[in-house]
Structures are given as structure tokens and as C-alpha cells.
């Protein structure tokens, strides 16, 4: 079993920045990728960032390709989620999960190619 655990988030004002951290515990090294999603209440959960742990290009959402970042520590199964210029879009709970399989890149901003799941971590920004 793996568990996930998220840390950070909190209220800025648009264009600020926040960092929130990620990191598992349990058999970590079952797991392949890592991700981070994000949703709003009424709507689906979205893909952000997704990374395999071994190696390889992020593939990124769109929508913050470019403002956010990512920085790895592979061996621990750790991950940093950096924002910067953040939007009042950007306002949603921030989900950390892990996949024992990383799926194909096309795949991997899908739900449903994660097996373990954190409680998230709120993020709010204001205009």
C-alpha cells in the first residue's frame, strides 16, 4: 500500500505564487508516475502535471504550461507543484496522486490511470 500526502496551498491574490509538496509513504517504490490534479466543486477533476518518476518530459495541462513548474526527488518519491502567476482560475482543490503503471502520455491527465489518491489541499486566489 502506498499513502499520499499533500502539504502547502493556501489564498493568494492573482499574479502571486504558491508552492505545494507531495510525498508518498508505504511501498513508494511500486509507484512509476506522480500527478497532480485539481478540481472545483460541481465539476470534473482535472489533470495538471503529470511526471514519470524515471525519467522523461512532463506532460502538462495547457492552461499552465509555462507558470507552473515541477521539481522531483525521484528516489524519495517526492514532488513539488510551484505556481506563479496565478489566475482566480487557478482557485481549486489540489490533488496529489501516484500510479503504479505510468500510462501512455495521452493518458496520463486521466483519473483513471491512478491508483492512489491524496486528501488535497486547498487553493485559492483572489482577483
Known amino acids: 500500500q502506498v499513502q499520499v500526502g499533500e502539504s502547502g496551498g493556501g489564498s493568494m491574490q492573482a499574479g502571486g505564487s504558491l508552492s505545494l509538496s507531495c510525498q508518498l509513504s508505504g511501498y513508494i517504490y511500486s509507484i512509476n508516475c506522480m500527478a497532480w490534479f485539481r478540481q472545483v466543486p460541481g465539476q470534473e477533476r482535472e489533470g495538471v502535471v503529470s511526471?514519470?518518476?524515471?525519467?522523461?518530459?512532463?506532460v502538462w495541462r495547457g492552461s499552465v504550461e509555462g507558470r507552473f513548474t515541477i521539481s522531483q526527488d525521484n528516489d524519495k518519491r517526492m514532488m513539488s507543484l510551484q505556481m506563479t502567476s496565478l489566475e482566480p482560475d487557478d482557485t481549486a482543490m489540489y490533488y496529489c496522486a501516484a500510479a503504479m503503471s505510468c500510462p501512455f502520455r495521452r493518458d496520463r491527465l486521466r483519473t483513471t490511470s491512478y491508483d492512489y489518491w491524496g486528501q488535497g489541499t486547498q487553493v485559492t486566489v483572489s482577483s
Open positions: 511526471v514519470d518518476v524515471h525519467g522523461g518530459a512532463a
